[in-house]
């Protein structure tokens, strides 16, 4: 008979067994976060900062505050190249290291992961960008698509054109060109801009650009057989420079354009300076290194030689997006831990929650040291979008200034189209809305 362990010894083998492992003992005191990027190939030069900012941002919490509520922050980036079967390869190799939620940087990766997100418990998080009615949270759980919308994009870019006209009357019998990326995220607008078409008498030419958009005379070939009295460019990567570079020597007018909040950052216009000048763009958030956040990465991160990219890119559009993306990701764990227990390591229902439930009022905001950047943002169980304002920039050839005040998208327009949607998708997928009691739990 073999001689019975001492409880000690036992304990002792099981914390090294753990310890060696880097298994649960590791995990109890680490959120981990995994961060789809691209940083190679022809949308790099717009994925690269924006992976950046949120790289740093994860950083700065644990240099400046030891984590959240002393739990500390981990990552692991993996490399999709913009491409949706990469993006889920990369979904299903990090989702078992404790992710609980995922920005997957692409409207295409986020299409192919949302039946995933629900069984897997894995929250989707797509500032901006992804499944415009998935802003409806009684049918999309999992998905959160914070601040904003393809849908609210458009309709504010319509609203803008209106402004510039004199009047959302005066848009009748005029000609609006949509030149998109021919993808799901260059699709998107489309429903709502066909639907104000209607309702405001315009009428709506649709331009394809086959991805990734460094081939466009064709596309501006119609815009010049078209002569529309605006284009809305729905660009992303490579494809605005060109676009604006293709306008240029078409002697399109830039000061028609006006492009959404994923085709108004600095690689979009600095290879064209002067040539893109009077460019307009969507603005979701502000950009440059004044901002008390950006000056903490400046010192915390970048200032102990820990910054992800060059420190000159600090601040820039995409840099300050992304950010903000792992904020509001760092905040949800926040907000889940105030319920679900200070301290503590939250799980895929827990942080779901805490984005279910982000109350982000101006004060919160100047304590993040978030000032000046982004609009105030709450959520709730019916709303996963939480913000539906955007200002318009322009470039004056060498940097971009705020043009207009804020727009807000007009809610008696999408509301209703965010439902129908909503319950079409729930009744293709055999879904059922979620109960008042689900909305509690």
């Given amino acids: 008979m073999k001689p019975i362990k001492s409880y000690a010894s036992i304990v002792l083998a099981a914390a090294a067994a753990l310890a060696a492992s880097g298994g649960a003992w590791a995990q109890a005191k680490e959120q981990f976060f995994p961060l789809l990027v691209y940083r190679t190939g022809a949308y790099a030069p717009n ?27 981990t990552f692991e980036e993996c490399e999709t190249g913009y491409a949706t079967d990469k993006g889920v390869e990369c979904y299903e190799r990090l989702k078992s290291k404790g992710a609980t939620v995922v920005d997957p940087q692409a409207t295409g990766i986020t299409f192919a992961l949302t039946d995933k997100a629900p069984a897997d418990k894995i929250a989707l998080l797509t500032l901006g960008y992804g499944l415009a009615a998935s802003q409806d949270g009684g049918v999309f759980k999992w998905n959160f698509p914070l601040m904003g919308s393809y849908w609210t994009a458009a309709d ?11 009047g959302m009357a005066k848009l009748k ?37 086959t991805a990734p958009g460094v081939e466009q005379k064709s596309a501006w070939l119609q815009v010049r057989q078209q002569h529309p009295d605006y284009v809305l460019l729905w660009g992303w990567g490579v494809m605005n420079s060109t676009a604006l570079k293709e306008a240029q020597a078409t002697g399109y007018p830039r000061e028609k354009m006006y492009g959404v909040w994923w085709s108004g950052a600095e690689p979009d216009v600095k290879d064209v300076g002067e040539g893109a000048k009077g460019y307009n763009a969507l603005a979701l958030n502000s950009s440059g290194q004044q901002p008390k956040v950006i000056q903490d990465i400046l010192k915390y991160v970048h200032g102990k030689g820990q910054g992800t990219g060059p420190k000159d890119e600090v601040g820039s559009v995409l840099y300050t997006r992304g950010v903000i993306i792992q904020m509001l990701a760092i905040e949800a764990v926040r907000r889940a831990q105030e319920r679900f227990g200070k301290g503590k390591v939250m799980n895929g229902e827990q942080v779901r929650w805490g984005l279910e439930n ?31 304002w955007a200002r318009v920039q322009t470039w004056d050839g ?41 909305c509690q739990s």
């Fill in 156 to 166: 504010m870019l319509i609203q803008r054109l209106g402004q510039k006209e004199g």
């Fill in 398 to 438: 060498a940097k971009w200034n705020i043009s207009s005040d804020w727009l807000q998208a007009d809610e008696q327009i999408i509301k209703p189209m965010v439902r129908a949607a909503a319950d079409k998708y729930a009744a293709d997928k055999k879904l059922t809305r979620r109960t008042p009691a689900d």
């Fill in 47 to 73: 994925g690269t900062p924006w992976a950046n900012g949120k790289q740093d941002y994860i950083k700065l919490v644990n240099a400046r505050d030891g984590g959240v509520n002393g739990v500390k922050l």
């Fill in 173 to 209: 019998g005029k000609k609006i060109a949509l030149v998109y990326h021919d993808s799901p995220f260059g699709k998107e607008p489309i429903p709502l801009l066909e639907e104000r078409s209607k309702e405001n008498g315009f009428e709506l030419v649709k331009i394809p650009v």
């Fill in 358 to 388: 982000l109350s982000l009022d101006q004060k919160k905001l100047d304590a993040l040291g978030f000032n000046g950047v982004m609009r105030p943002l709450s959520t709730s169980c019916v709303d996963h979008m939480g913000s539906n």
